[in-house]
């Protein structure tokens, strides 16, 4: 605070600040006298005469009497306080004064305790006294090790003290009932947990004498709707108990829990532990009350703990809120509070039941004789139970009833249940009557008035409050039924009195059966609750709650613990009254207790003796409110021994005190406290009148006799801005509780479907007219709204003033405050409040509701005018209601006002300036918004009552606003018909175009205007574009054109940002985005129409991202251009027949399906490929079948407008047969190859889907035809048949294969000598195949088309890179839109090096160049979103599918590597085109040499040969094979191992049986040379010497070198194995021979064969052939050549190899 004077620029010193004043009593002589001390106070406590004072930087000073320091100062005056040293070096921050002890807090949350202990309230045991502050430890025993508590506030008695932890939980220690602890060993020395507020968020306490008080936050909605326990934690017994009769069942839910006191006054009782306490109260309105006769002798015996709500309830109903009107209404319950206290039932003639004879008398109408005599004697019996008339004062003095009465009710209750089964439904309805028709009459006589209005503001409500008696007996019942826990069980109906009404009794109904009740009851209206339950969620922890609960424990011989009687409570207990009255603050003086509301209000009850509870209501021991005059708001309570102290608003902000109790007149201090002589007393609080000269009070502290007042003096400056801020905030919420509580709440109650008030005789019910007839359905859903943005905007208003509040009493600053630092919370309940305020104006909703409140508020609404601050006369009852709803806005202007002034205190440099004037424009800017919306539903709801009555049923809307209309001709339609009538009526959402009884409706979020230039016309028009049709407007003016432009503009743009946040009228653009996002239904495009579209628009038609939906179904999501789908996106479209859906995701063009794309149809097929004009097109491959994973068919091949045309391969799995050929309009047609399950290969023509034409059949055993065929599988003409043996058949053939052939022709066998013979009738294959270079084209046709190109090789290289780089670009930014489609971070970074054009596709091709090439070609590949990515990606899919299954047929391999040869030629055509100087297939590539060799040499060592080196030619083998080749290895090499499986099975065989022999053996038997034997082998690092029987030592790392073979792809690959292989032996062999040795192939060849053996390659015959197949051309005549023809030797040699 010194920092931010230093900075305001004021000339107030600290010596101006924190000012005590002290003095006693209240009489117009007294005067205050001022404490100096050299710092400002923050805060002080009293004691009976002792006080503490806490001073800024953490000191502590006392003054007064201080008998606890013996050895000290015992007394000093309060004018001259003394430090309290032994807190030197801690920082203080709260300070509290019992009786006769004090306490402090320091910042730490560490307790301080010093004075009186004899009762332990200081918390120290072995001492009597604590003469200096003592540290107090506050240990919680639950942990392990325990752990000190962090305290928050401290609070003292006479004999106890209570500390509230960080945690929220209590803590006592001392002596007596009010610790609230489960003992009965007193005193308690160290700090114990109050286990039954565990669990609770308890906000404050406070301590009186001999009881407590607990500020308590309610418990959250779903808290509260936990089971609650069903047995007592006390006494063990059921909380509920349920009685099962023959129609109904009884459930009660009181319960009295036998907890006993132990009292400390001398010759008081003392209840042992062993001792089990009285019963004597009614356990339930049903059951009858047991007897217990006490012993004890006659006396003030208050040992009786009395833990029943529900009689609680009952007693706060009868003798509280019932009579809380006028002081004459006392008479309905008893006056005295000793009538008060008789909770056991009143005598017969105070019965608020019938009485028993009317109940006999109707029984023998509607039953016989015997069971109205049975009835009779039950209510007789139960009606000789009744005490005396007398017995009354009995029970009050000594609080141990000796007989224990059965109320009338129980009586009642007995006979009901007990008849209901013989007598039936009439008897209930018997019941019923005298329940539900008398009951009101008879249970409330003559209660009038506004009492049930919480609150209970003064005066009332002229001609009577009609809502006054439904809302008592609601509350009533409400107080009545709580549960166990008063908070758990409050369902706040009193926040939905009107709306919720149930006419049933506690212990009535619940006796009723459901059914009776169910038809008893009337339609019910939703409630709408007045009371946000549990505040806003916005403003959380940031504002106090107003949700809260107090709770009482202790003594309560005066009343003070507010629960209706004088008895003790050993544990707290909700006040239930004061559960909904949003307490903020709770004090407690020597015998009494106060409570503040929000509503700056104050609850007073307890000990009156000197009129300190500020009326002179009976009785006292239920909370009242003080009697103050209208106007009066306080804000601060203090209370003494036997006064209270009060701080409030007046006329003006700045604060007065009121006094209320006894007067101490001059003399007479130090007069006993119970002697009355030389004291009088107040009835009311009375006006201190010296307050005004305090300054500006901060807060306000009593105890014993004593009053004290902290001020502040700073005139017009920053305390008084900071206080006129609270009190503004303070009046408002006074005044908005008035509104919700006069007006609103009882406009509710008329939404009841029957409105039934009683006369004051209280016979003939009136009905009125249901509020929801009057308004209608709308209007009253939208009255239901105000009422919830209302009671939103009150209750963030009621928080806002307690912080402003809490602010005040604490550090007066203004850096902490809510409305700076979280405006929005503010600014948008404001904006929701004005909304619905707007609505219901819009909608005729005050004209509606002036009708039924005319009926409400009478002729004269002088409440009404009152409260909406209006003076004009006569002024229309609807203008009226709008007034006072609009009334909240003018509150914002209050808060800028109040900002700014608060601004001025500082330098206009300065931060907090800033800050302030921050908030000040804010609010200010939302005041003139909001009074804009204000207008603009004015305005709106005057034209709608101008305008036609057809249309306006179908235009109208809550939350449609006009902005401007044509009805005065300033706008026409061009080329409209003379006689036409158009009018325009622009709306904040659309454009109206009106034509007689016919009206369009054009939605502004897809509104186009444009001006049309005047220069060619001489026309003021404005072009409109929707998005189906365009209109030319023509304007009278280009004033005119220019107001309808603007307006049209900013109206789109307000739609389209979300119209109605604050401050939109500022810096809003000229107009608005011709691209933007919007929703629309179309109504006459005939592909579109009644569909509705969401997404990106640009000139009235989608372009972007969107989705269609169809009302048939249909759904489109993905892109648009220019209206139509375009790019990528995904379709679903249902089959009726099927009830399943067909799903295309894939490329779009011009509204058609174009491009790759997957369709699964609804059948279960499945399609993926090239559409084009929504017909399957170019490659693709088709799944049939109900499941995909395993399809009866699959097709892959070319498709030409929906049909299989050109090459493909259909799979027929059920058939078991795979046809690889040609097609026409999905017929097989041309050459083709079939391949079965069972070996039977075909190759020749087919025609019309047969096999006609020339062919080539042969079987699994090579049994061989050749000739001509007519249908499938059937021989017919011309041919050949080959046996396997070489014998064959020549002539003509009919007949199907397998089924028996006719033959006519000749037998040839030929020479058994003749070895030739059998190869010139061998068939060479793949002759009537498809040709490599004709398979697949259309594959690398749309590979060449997306690099651009119409044709193989016809097009720009340039363009062909940037297609490239868009495919990519488009590629990613949908994987990243699409989250199921995420790329790793590895891809991500491949597709960003990839989309950058590479520089080595120009200039000549170096080895530099070709290396990043090859690096470039390996990166693409594996992309598939690259063009070669895709291409191989496809060639691969196709690959597999010819060759795997089926198609494993050892007869395909020539046509299997063929068809990897003529992908090689086709993809480096491709890759030729984009890098245009690289060389042709076998071109060399110029190198220095220096240069690094190519990868197929990296590793290898120098050579002598000369060669050309792989690296230096260029081949497509060798570009292309290492990325190629390791996808297609598996379905390549089976073939080759189908192929080669009767050599490999005789090579295998052989291996086996030589490789039984030992390395020595086999060496010698191989015939290698003896000085090529190794002599010693290293085994695990040691030269062990070879012998006869070592086996597989020798060689050993060429031999594992060769294995390596088998885990390699590609030729290259597989001969720098075998040239390792060899360098291996070599190196082996030098180590023991001298170093210029020479390898002759006589000696190496056997030496090579013996590795070759040793390695055991499974099927190194196909590895041979497949090298051989696929080895670059330029290779084979060098190293590597000669190295592989070793090899190919050794493995026929192995065949051949003879073993003896």
């Known amino acids: 605070m010194e920092s931010q004077r230093k900075s305001s620029g004021e000339e107030d010193s600290s010596g101006e600040r924190g000012l005590l004043h002290t003095w006693k009593g209240y009489s117009y002589s007294v005067t205050p006298e001022r404490v100096l001390l050299s710092r400002p106070v923050l805060q002080a406590a009293l004691g009976t005469r002792h006080g503490v004072l806490l001073v800024e930087g953490g000191q502590v000073y006392s003054f007064g009497e201080f008998p606890w320091k013996q050895s000290q100062v015992s007394e000093v005056g309060p004018l001259k306080p003394v430090l309290e040293s032994a807190l030197s070096g801690q ?15 320091t910042e730490d949350g560490g307790v301080h305790m010093w004075g009186e202990n004899s009762f332990g309230q200081c918390g120290l045991s072995s001492l009597t006294v604590v003469p200096n502050p003592t540290p107090v430890a506050v240990m919680d025993p639950d942990t392990s090790p325990p752990h000190t508590i962090r305290v928050l506030e401290l609070a003292c008695g006479e004999q106890h003290s209570l500390a509230l932890s960080a945690q929220h939980e209590v803590w006592a220690w001392g002596s007596g009932c009010q610790l609230g602890l489960v003992t ?98 009614q356990s339930s309105p049903s059951e009858p009350l047991s007897s217990h006769t006490s012993d004890s002798a006659p006396g003030p015996h208050p040992s009786i703990t009395e833990h029943t709500d529900y009689e609680r309830g009952r007693t706060v109903a009868q003798n509280g809120e019932v009579l809380t009107t006028t002081d004459t209404d006392i008479s309905a319950a008893g006056t005295d509070s000793d009538r008060a206290v008789g909770v056991g039932g009143a005598g017969s003639r105070n019965s608020p039941y019938p009485d028993d004879q009317a109940v006999k008398e109707y029984l023998k109408k509607l039953s016989d004789t015997s069971l109205a005599e049975e009835t009779a004697k039950m209510t007789i019996a139960g009606a000789s139970f009744q005490p005396p008339a007398d017995s009354l004062d009995l029970l009050t003095s000594d609080l141990i009833p000796r007989v224990m009465p059965v109320t009338t009710s129980s009586a009642l209750n007995s006979l009901v249940s007990s008849c209901a089964s013989a007598v039936g439904e009439r008897v209930v309805s018997t019941y019923e009557a005298l329940s539900l028709k008398k009951m009101i009459n008879y249970y409330y006589p003559g209660v009038v008035g506004v009492a049930g209005v919480p609150g209970g503001i003064p005066g009332g409500v002229p001609g009577g409050f009609p809502g006054g008696p439904a809302e008592e007996r609601v509350r009533l019942e409400e107080s009545m039924q709580g549960k166990k826990s008063c908070s758990t069980g409050d369902i706040r109906e009193e926040e939905a009195e009107g709306l919720s009404r149930r006419l049933s009794l506690p212990g009535l109904l619940s006796q009723v059966s459901p059914r009776l009740l169910r038809r008893a009851s009337r339609p019910r209206v939703r409630a709408v609750p007045l ?42 207990l909700c006040i239930k009254c004061l559960s909904s009255k949003e307490v903020v603050l709770v004090a407690a003086g020597a015998h009494h207790s106060l409570a503040l509301t929000a509503q700056s209000q104050v609850f ?60 101490v007149r001059e003399g007479a201090q130090d007069a006993p406290q119970d002697q009355t002589e030389g004291y009088s007393y107040t009835q009311q609080p009375v006006l201190l009148p010296f307050c005004m000269n305090l300054g500006y009070v901060s807060g306000v502290f009593a105890g014993g006799q004593s009053c004290v007042a902290l001020a502040d003096r700073s005139v017009m400056g920053f305390s008084a801005s900071l206080h006129e801020l609270a009190a503004a905030e303070r009046k408002f919420y006074c005044k908005l509780s008035s509104v919700k509580n006069h007006i609103l709440r009882p406009l509710l109650d008329l939404g009841e479907d029957y409105c039934c008030r009683y006369s004051s005789a209280g016979q003939r019910p009136w009905v009125r007219e249901s509020l929801s007839t009057a308004l209608g359905l709308a209007s009253t859903v939208l009255l239901r709204s105000l009422a919830r943005c209302y009671s939103h905007l009150c209750h963030l208003t009621g928080q806002h003033s307690a912080s402003l509040t809490a602010n005040l009493r604490r550090r007066r600053e203004f850096k902490s405050l809510v409305m700076l630092e979280h405006a929005s919370i503010f600014l948008d309940t404001y904006n929701e409040y004005c909304c619905s305020v707007g609505n219901f104006l819009v909608m005729g909703g005050f004209q509606a509701l002036a009708k039924p409140s005319l009926e409400f508020f009478g002729k004269c609404p002088e409440l009404l005018q009152r409260l909406a601050e209006s003076s004009e006369e006569n002024i229309p009852l609807s203008d009226l209601l709008v007034t006072l709803f609009y009334l909240p806005m003018r509150h914002l202007h209050e808060y800028g006002r109040l900002l700014l002034k608060l601004g001025t205190c500082f330098e206009v440099s300065s931060v907090d300036y800033q800050k302030l004037q921050d908030g000040c424009s804010k609010f200010e800017a939302l005041a003139l918004h909001l009074k804009r919306r204000r207008k603009e539903a004015e305005y709106t709801y005057h034209f709608w009552k101008s305008f036609p009555g057809k249309m306006t049923d179908s235009l109208r809307n809550p939350r449609r606003r006009l902005i401007c209309e044509s009805s005065n001709k300033a706008l026409t339609l061009q080329n409209s018909g003379r006689f036409s009538v158009n009018w325009f009526i622009l709306f904040n959402d659309a454009l109206v175009h009106a034509q007689f009884s016919t009206h369009h409706v054009f939605p502004l979020a897809t509104l186009w205007v444009e001006p049309i230039p005047e220069e060619n016309t001489g026309l003021h028009g404005l072009k409109v574009i929707s998005p189906e049709e365009t209109f030319t407007l023509l304007a009278c003016s280009s004033m005119e054109k220019a107001k309808w432009l603007r307006s049209i503009n900013q109206a789109v743009d307000q739609a389209m940002s979300g119209a109605g946040q604050s401050g939109s009228g500022a810096g809003q653009r000229a107009e608005p985005p011709i691209s933007r996002t919007a929703s629309y239904t179309f109504y006459k495009d005939s592909r579109l129409k009644e569909a509705i579209y969401e997404g990106r628009w640009l000139a009235g038609k989608p372009n972007g991202r969107g989705m269609v939906k169809w009302l048939d179904g249909r759904i489109y999501t993905g892109t648009f251009k220019n209206g139509l789908e375009d790019g990528f996106g995904d379709y679903v479209m249902p089959s009726k027949t099927l009830n399943l859906n067909d799903h295309y995701q894939g490329h779009w063009k011009e509204g058609k399906m174009h491009g790759i794309g997957t369709y699964k149809y609804a059948t279960g097929e499945l399609y993926e490929g090239s559409f084009q004009d929504n017909m399957r097109h170019g490659h693709g491959m088709l799944r049939s079948g109900t499941l995909n994973s395993s399809s009866p068919s699959v097709f892959i091949g070319q498709w030409v407008h929906d049909k299989k045309t050109g090459y493909g391969v259909f799979d027929d799995i059920t058939r078991g047969e795979k046809y690889m050929g040609m097609w026409q309009d999905d017929q097989r047609q041309g050459t083709g190859v079939i391949v079965t399950q069972f070996g039977l290969y075909y190759e020749g023509a087919f025609n019309n889907n047969k096999m006609q034409g020339t062919g080539v059949l042969l079987s699994e055993d090579n049994t061989t035809y050749e000739g001509e065929f007519s249908e499938d599988w059937t021989l017919n003409g011309k041919g050949v048949l080959t046996m396997p043996n070489g014998d064959y058949f020549e002539g003509s053939f009919t007949g199907e294969w397998g089924s028996g052939l006719k033959v006519t022709g000749s037998f040839f066998k030929p020479n058994l000598y003749d070895s030739d013979g059998d190869k010139g009738r061998a068939v060479k294959l793949g002759r009537l195949a498809v040709r490599p270079e004709e398979k697949w084209r259309v594959v690398f046709e749309e590979c060449w088309m997306r690099l651009g190109c119409e044709a193989p090789g016809q097009g720009e290289n340039q363009r062909a890179w940037e297609n490239i780089a868009v495919a990519l670009t488009t590629s990613r930014r949908r994987h990243r839109d699409s989250p199921e489609m995420n790329l790793s971070r590895t891809q991500n970074r491949t597709l960003e090096s990839l989309e950058f054009i590479p520089q080595q596709h120009v200039g000549p091709v170096t080895m530099e160049k070709y290396d990043s090439i090859r690096r470039y070609l390996i990166k693409a590949c594996d992309t598939p979103l690259h063009p070669l990515g895709w291409l191989m990606e496809t060639l691969v899919a196709v690959y597999r599918m010819t060759y795997v299954g089926v198609g494993a047929n050892r007869r395909l391999l020539l046509q299997a590597v063929n068809e990897i040869m003529s992908y090689l030629a086709r993809i480096f055509q491709l890759v030729r085109f984009l890098f245009p100087d690289l060389p042709e297939e076998g071109g060399a590539i110029p190198e220095p040499s220096s240069d690094p060799q190519d990868k197929k040499d990296s590793n290898c060592a120098d050579t002598q040969l000369e060669s050309p080196k792989p690296g230096r030619v260029v081949s497509s083998s060798a570009l292309l094979l290492p990325v190629l080749l390791p996808r297609l290895y598996p379905p390549l090499f089976t073939l080759y191992a189908l192929e080669k499986e009767r050599e490999d099975d005789v090579y ?37 010497e070879v012998v006869s029987s070592t086996k597989d030592a020798c060689f050993a790392s060429a031999t594992e070198t060769l294995q390596q073979i088998s885990t390699t792809f590609t030729p290259s690959d597989k001969l720098q194995v075998i040239q390792l292989t060899f360098e291996e032996i070599t190196k082996e062999v030098m180590s023991s021979l001298e170093d210029n040795f020479l390898w002759s192939m006589d000696d190496l060849f056997p030496v ?37 023809t070793t090899l190919k030797a050794c493995y026929y040699q192995i065949q051949h190899e003879k073993t003896t």
């Open 91 to 105: 920082r203080v921050v709260a300070v509290a004064a019992g009786s006769f002890h004090s306490g402090a807090l």
């Open 184 to 281: 009965t060993v007193f005193p308690v020395w160290k700090p114990q947990k109050v286990e039954h507020l565990v669990g609770r968020h308890v906000l404050q306490v406070a301590c009186g004498a001999f009881h407590s008080l607990a500020l308590v936050r309610c418990l959250p909605p779903q808290e509260s709707r936990r089971p609650l326990p069903d047995k007592c934690g006390q006494c063990n017994q059921l909380l509920y108990t349920m009685t099962d009769k023959e129609d109904h069942v009884i459930i009660s839910d009181s319960h009295y829990c036998p907890l006993g006191v132990e009292l400390l006054a001398e010759g008081e009782a003392r209840l042992g532990p062993g001792r089990s306490p009285p019963l004597g109260l």
């Open 531 to 572: 009371t946000p339950v549990g505040g806003l969620p916005e403003a959380g922890e940031l504002l106090p709650s107003l949700q809260t609960e107090v709770w009482s424990w202790g003594r309560g011989e005066e009343g003070q613990l507010g629960h209706g009687d004088n008895l003790p409570r050993l544990q707290p």
């Open 604 to 663: 007073s009850w307890g000990s009156n003796s000197s009129g300190q509870l500020g009326h002179m209501a009976s009785p006292t021991t239920i909370p009242r409110l003080a009697t103050l005059s209208e106007g009066i708001r306080v804000w601060d309570v203090g209370a003494g021994a036997q006064h209270t102290l009060l701080l409030a608003d007046g006329d003006c902000y700045q604060p007065i005190l009121y006094y209320s109790g006894q007067q």
């Open 1548 to 1584: 295998w065989e052989c291996v086996l049986r030589l490789n039984k022999q030992p390395d020595v053996a086999l060496l010698a038997f191989l015939g290698v040379q003896h000085r090529f034997h190794s002599v010693s082998v290293p085994v695990l690092g040691e030269k062990t």
């Open 1648 to 1684: 090579f064969l013996y590795v070759v053996l040793r390695a055991r390659i499974r099927n190194l015959g196909s590895e041979v052939s497949l090298i051989e197949d696929l080895m670059d051309p330029c290779v084979q005549h060098g190293e590597h050549g000669i190295m592989f």
